[in-house]
């Protein structure tokens, strides 16, 4: 019965579907309407990537110059290293990037790195919801619940944020990356599956024959309808409504977009779906396209999964080279190939995409005494990130860290900062976009937030 039950909705949904009204947020012309935002769990090392810091090799085997010991996640303080991977210009803007993404690198001139990121915390999991929601406890929105609640949806037959996991596990935290927090339901990530299961469960299990599932469709709507006169029209009921309606056009919906056989040879090879070590990451990103292409919002990409060992994530405590190595090479080919696709086809200008993470790694390895190791600690003092796309000025980096990339020391960006910029290019005002909760009306920049002028096209 409850097989009947579950299908039967979905079946009711074909015949009798909700017809949501998105209230779309128009604060001033946006200049993007959709978001892709690849999201680096665990601490990408500024200075082995985006930050160029040529005095850190004068200061290679050096000792770390204090007048009180820094406080670090793991409190080692070791000698200062170099970076690992030599730093080029790239493009006509000669923007600086190192050779851990050679890829990403040929995108220089679409980029805007900001060097002077900082956060309020050197812990992956209250750092990484600050990163997404703004705020260092759970129960918040992530910003993609945000544009979902302030945007609406572009169609009626996916939803409006999807979320694609790294395919090796859910990250720290798991589906707490995606929360709507006191948003609706309906505004909550979707996180997709791998390979032929996009969606788990769109299909029955078995057939069901016509007169039973009309039954059971009458039966439900009897149940709802009693339901709701008994106790309200309640959130959590309406949502699993909708998301069985939803469920039913995306069973037409899915099995086209999740067939990337329909892409030629050559498409798929860019992606890099043709190596084992970028087939999965460059199958999310050229996934991510074509979800675009048909409507989605907001797609967030996961690059890192949990944490314990071995780690599969970016969090390089031990060794640099084999940590960083590993994960830039899964992404870097598919990313820059995703920027470049939606140049093609003029579809940059109105995406914009986010290449984010936590925080940063320390300038001197993590040891104890003095000693010249492997790794890197958590930096939340001074960090990188780059967007790219809609209404984003390309070739030009934002702010600085200190001579060795320890601490950022001019033009300093909170998270605040950063969702207040998303925001204004989404045509949406970071203190006007609110959500009345516990008295208080909410925001994603909380009570702080300045857009960086500097960053807009």
Same mark, same amino acid.
């Given at each position: 019965m409850l097989e009947w039950s579950t299908w039967g909705l979905t079946g009711a949904a074909l015949t009798n579907l909700v017809q949501a009204t998105p209230q779309t947020v128009n604060h001033f012309p946006a200049k993007a309407k959709r978001v892709v935002h690849v999201v680096l769990m665990g601490g990408l090392s500024h200075l082995?990537?985006?930050?160029? &810091?040529?005095?850190? !090799? &004068?200061?290679?085997?050096?000792? /770390?110059?204090? @007048?009180? %010991?820094?406080? @670090?996640?793991?409190? %080692?303080i070791g000698l200062i290293r170099k970076n690992d991977w030599e730093f080029r210009q790239h493009g006509q803007s000669g923007l600086w990037i190192?050779?851990? #993404?050679?890829? *990403?690198a040929t995108c220089a001139d679409e980029l805007a790195v900001v060097r002077s990121m900082v956060g309020t915390s050197a812990n992956h999991t209250p750092a990484t919801f600050e990163e997404l929601t703004g705020f260092q406890l759970n129960g918040f929105p992530v910003m993609g619940s945000w544009v979902s609640y302030g945007l609406g949806a572009e169609t009626e037959n996916l939803p409006t944020y999807v979320v694609l996991p790294d395919t090796r596990g859910y990250p720290a935290g798991g589906t707490i990356n995606?929360?709507?927090? #006191? /948003?609706? +339901? !309906?505004?909550?990530?979707? !996180?997709?599956? =791998?390979?032929?299961?996009?969606?788990?469960?769109? &299909?029955?299990?078995q057939p069901i024959a016509p007169d039973t599932e009309a039954a059971s469709r009458k039966l439900l709507a009897a149940l709802n309808a009693d339901d709701q006169e008994n106790f309200g029209a309640e959130d959590a009921l309406i949502a699993r409504m909708k998301s069985h309606e939803l469920a039913a056009r995306m069973q037409l919906t899915i099995p086209e977009i999740a067939d990337l056989n329909r892409e030629s040879a050559a498409t798929r090879n860019n992606y890099g779906l043709n190596k084992e070590e970028t087939k999965d990451f460059g199958r999310n990103c050229l996934m991510t396209r074509r979800l675009l292409e048909k409507g989605v919002r907001f797609?967030?990409?996961?690059?890192?999964?949990? #944490?314990? +060992?071995?780690? *599969? =994530?970016w969090d390089g405590h031990e060794d640099m080279r084999r940590n960083h190595n590993r994960e830039a090479t899964r992404i870097d080919q598919p990313v820059a190939a995703l920027i470049k696709d939606l140049k093609a086809r003029g579809m940059l200008e109105d995406t914009l995409i986010l290449f984010t993470s936590e925080f940063g790694r320390t300038p001197f390895t993590q040891t104890d005494g003095n000693k010249l190791g492997t790794g890197r600690d958590h930096n939340m003092y001074g960090f990188s990130l780059w967007m790219a796309g809609g209404g984003v000025k390309g070739g030009i980096s934002y702010g600085n860290t200190d001579e060795i990339g320890w601490k950022t020391v001019d033009q300093r960006v909170h998270w605040y900062d950063f969702h207040a910029t998303v925001l204004h290019l989404l045509g949406m005002d970071?203190?006007?976009? @609110? #959500?009345?909760?516990?008295? *208080?009306? %909410? %925001?994603? @920049?909380?009570?702080?937030?300045?857009? *960086? &002028?500097?960053? /807009? !096209?």
């Open positions: 082995d990537s985006f930050d160029y &810091k040529p005095d850190l !090799a &004068k200061a290679h085997g050096k000792p /770390l110059q204090y @007048t009180e %010991r820094p406080a @670090t996640f793991f409190n %080692r190192s050779d851990l #993404f050679p890829h *990403i995606w929360s709507n927090g #006191f /948003l609706s +339901s !309906a505004h909550q990530g979707v !996180a997709f599956g =791998n390979g032929e299961t996009i969606i788990p469960d769109l &299909k029955p299990a797609v967030q990409l996961i690059s890192g999964g949990s #944490f314990g +060992s071995p780690r *599969i =994530n970071h203190e006007r976009l @609110t #959500f009345y909760h516990n008295g *208080i009306e %909410r %925001r994603l @920049t909380n009570v702080h937030g300045h857009v *960086i &002028k500097d960053l /807009l !096209a």
